[in-house]
Structure formats: C-alpha cells, structure tokens
C-alpha cells in the first residue's frame, strides 16, 4: 500500500513559524508532483504550494496569498515533502492536506494520493 503521513501541525502565535512534512512510503516508483492543500471551516479547499520535478529541475507553485511566506521543498531520496510556514496570520488557520501524484511499482500512470491532513491554528 501506499500513504501520505504529514507532521508538524499544531498551535502558533501570529507572526511565528511552523514546519510541516510529509512522507510517502510503500510500493512507489516515482513521485512527480507533490504539494500542500489547506481547508478553513466553511471555505472549499484550495492549493497552497506545489512542486513538481523535471528531469534535474524542481519548479513550484504558489497561492498568492502564501507567496513570499511560505516554502516548499522536496526531498526525493526520502520521497518527503515539507511546507516552511513563516510570518503566519490567523487566515493560515486550516487543515492541511499532503496531495503526491504517485507511480506504484508496476504501473503505467500516476494517481493522486492525500494524508489524512494535520490541523495548524493560528490563534494568540
């Protein structure tokens, strides 16, 4: 089987700093693209940040509303992904989701795979 475990969530002051990863693990071939979704209550959910390897070059991708805060990076030996949350303000205050397209072994295509999400409330 293959699962997305996220990890760093938890209670932060405004203007301070959170770290979130995500590992994926089990029969994988390859990870293209791997990314961060957050949901509020009451709001749908939306993409945060995301990156996606060509060849030896990592492109990323983000929501105007994290740009110039937030960071995301990949570590592809471990097929981890992390999200360097800085400067943070109540509106980051959601559940955040892992998204990986993954390539099991044995397989043609990829599909795409979620954690179970990890709650990050921004609260003084």
């Known amino acids: 089987q293959v699962q997305l475990v996220e990890s760093g969530g938890g209670l932060v002051q405004p203007g301070g700093s959170l770290r979130l990863s995500c590992a994926a693990s089990?029969?994988?071939?390859?990870?293209?693209?791997m990314g961060w979704y957050r949901q509020a209550p009451g709001k749908e959910r939306e993409l945060v940040a995301a990156i996606t390897r060509a060849g030896s070059t990592h492109y990323t991708n983000y929501a105007d509303s994290v740009k110039g805060r937030f960071t995301i990076s990949r570590d592809n030996a471990e097929n981890t992904v992390y999200l360097q949350m800085n400067s943070m303000n109540p509106e980051d205050t959601a559940v955040y989701y892992c998204?990986?397209?993954?390539?099991?072994?044995?397989?043609?295509?990829?599909?795409?795979?979620w954690g179970k999400g990890t709650l990050v409330t921004v609260s003084s």
């Open positions: 089990g029969s994988i071939f390859s990870i293209k693209t």
């Open positions: 998204n990986a397209d993954i390539v099991r072994l044995g397989a043609v295509y990829g599909v795409p795979y």
